[in-house]
């Protein structure tokens, strides 16, 4: 499989990574939001990853083996999609809902497209859009944060984003968003844990800082302009995580740099449509889906002309 | 002879399902099965009009000039079109409302034209309400099965029952992204029973003509792992 992929001419030089150092280092850089989650929603938040996470490596393993395909569980490329699909949740969500999740992103959206790198959206994404389709209620239960250590039991509390869509906005703190103390889902609300991680993969080379800072810098912009407030909208809802660890997923954003900037402008413009004048108050989700499935097209695009060729010629 | 009429009516329930295997009607079949009942009564309806316009075109094959051949099937089946959607207004009003507009978009279901252009302007009465059957049939137990899993996962219940749901709802599966997900699970299964069927049909030929023949019948068991390569 290798030897078929090489295109440019000896000698080469292998950089020394391979699918499993990048997957360990993605795992690695989600483990601040991990902490970060347990702290603000109690070990409930841990219960939910470890079915998540648990779920997706029993899918992987099994649909492997049922389709007769080398085993890929060693590459723990499942361990990250059920860790980001976690994340996508909400602390009160039933536990068989969030192992279906898990199940849905791995059996439909990846394997049956081919496995890792065949898949056309982001699996944990497909997770948590049918998740979504299938159990809104469940899916839209928020909690106020750090609620498990007092003595009353759950509170459910509007998001940031909630409070924006009815007016509330005077109420919130920018400083409490960037410490994740809001209404959402586990791995969501935390910007700081999340930006540690995204620091870390790209000093790490894992991601290129192109697609997560024109992708926040567009929403940012965009909110600015169209009179909302941009501080609170990249602090709140999905937007960190989405733009760190879902929308750099490497099998479902374009390879080349115009490619990307065409991709992350697209994911901003979408957020800031679907939170400001859509029904839904959130929408980091439905722009990366939409983007991911439009990606082949900015590829054919943003083709790289060859050297000495002119312009019409990569056309024809 | 019988085998010539059982073939007619049978190809159309598995190996040339219209649904599955033709890829045939996609509309009506992904737009009315979000409840078995309602997949029940587009296939009845869509039955009557194919098994009736295929006996008229077949009965005026010979009469109708080839040129203009197409609008006078449409004429045909657009009237027993007409007929079904009134009958279904008076006496099932609650299936007409279920329906809707795809009631009357039966005229242009492309089941029913591609029989008549495919089957019943080339045979005989006989054969053509046969194949109408066995095609209508086809085509309802495929929205039958697809309502069923899509209303028993979507919303708990089967043909409307029990009124509580037996299972928590996976409200999905009634949605259309649901529809198409089961949609190409049962195409999948369809291919795979339909290869099965005709694999062993050519096998089952294969050990009455040729192994009939080759001395080495008695030593390569039918031909199994490649040993025969007629």
Redesign the interface.
């Known amino acids: 499989m290798e030897n078929t992929l090489m295109v440019s001419s000896s000698p080469h030089l292998h950089c020394g990574m391979n699918t499993r150092d990048i997957m360990r280092d993605v795992i690695i850089a989600l483990i601040p939001s991990l902490i970060a989650s347990v702290w603000l929603f109690g070990f409930r938040a841990l219960a939910v990853e470890v079915v998540c996470v648990a779920a997706a490596l029993a899918s992987e393993y099994l649909s492997r083996k049922v389709m007769k395909r080398p085993q890929t569980v060693g590459d723990l490329s499942c361990i990250v999609t059920g860790l980001l699909l976690a994340f996508n949740l909400p602390v009160t969500v039933p536990l068989w809902q969030a192992a279906?999740g898990s199940v849905v992103a791995i059996v439909?959206a990846k394997q049956m497209f081919g496995g890792l790198g065949q898949n056309f959206v982001n699996p944990a994404l497909v997770g948590r859009v049918?998740l979504m389709?299938?159990?809104?209620d469940a899916m839209n239960n928020w909690v106020t944060p750090l609620a498990w250590t007092g003595q009353a039991d759950a509170v459910s509390g509007a998001t940031p984003l909630a409070m924006l869509a009815t007016d509330a906005a005077a109420e919130i703190d920018p400083l409490s968003l960037l410490f994740g103390l809001r209404g959402g889902c586990l791995g969501e609300t935390c910007a700081a844990a999340l930006l540690l991680g995204g620091v870390y993969l790209v000093i790490r080379h894992v991601i290129s800082p192109l697609i997560p800072t024109i992708y926040i810098g567009t929403v940012f912009v965009l909110t600015w302009i169209l009179g909302a407030n941009p501080v609170v909208h990249i602090l709140s809802g999905g937007l960190m995580i989405g733009a760190i660890f879902m929308a750099t997923d490497y099998a479902t954003c374009p390879i080349n740099k115009w490619g990307k900037v065409v991709y992350a402008v697209g994911c901003g413009a979408l957020t800031v449509l679907i939170r400001l004048y859509g029904s839904l108050p959130e929408g980091v989700s439905f722009a990366i889906v939409i983007m991911n499935i439009l990606t082949p097209l900015i590829e054919r695009l943003t083709r790289p002309r060859p050297f000495g060729e002119g312009r019409k010629a990569v056309r024809s | 002879m019988a085998n010539k009429y059982w073939q007619a009516f049978s190809k159309g329930i598995i190996k040339e399902n219209p649904v599955f295997r033709l890829v045939l009607g996609t509309c009506p079949t992904l737009a009315v099965t979000t409840a078995a009942l309602n997949g029940l009564g587009m296939g009845a309806a869509a039955s009557f009009v194919l098994v009736c316009s295929n006996i008229v075109i077949s009965l005026l094959r010979k009469l109708i000039p080839g040129k203009v051949r197409l609008p006078a099937y449409i004429v045909i089946i657009a009237g027993f079109t007409t007929i079904v959607q009134m009958l279904v207004k008076a006496y099932l009003p609650a299936i007409d409302k279920s329906l809707g507009i795809y009631l009357p978009l039966i005229v242009v279901n492309c089941i029913i034209l591609g029989r008549a252009e495919a089957f019943a302007g080339k045979n005989s009465v006989g054969l053509s309400a046969l194949d109408g059957l066995g095609m209508g049939a086809g085509f309802t137990a495929a929205l039958v099965i697809m309502g069923g899993i899509r209303e028993f996962l979507g919303n708990g219940t089967l043909f409307g029952w029990p009124e509580g749901g037996l299972i928590p709802?996976?409200?999905?599966?009634v949605?259309p992204?649901?529809g198409f997900?089961v949609f190409g699970m049962l195409i999948w299964i369809t291919n795979r029973l339909s290869t099965k069927l005709e694999h062993n049909a050519t096998r089952k030929e294969l050990t009455e003509t040729v192994c009939a023949a080759c001395p080495m019948a008695s030593n390569c068991h039918g031909g199994e792992e490649g040993a025969c390569h007629e």
Request: net charge neutral; aromatic share 18%; charged share 0%.
């Open positions: 279906l439909v049918v389709g299938s159990f809104p | 709802p996976i409200t999905i599966f949605l992204a649901g997900f």
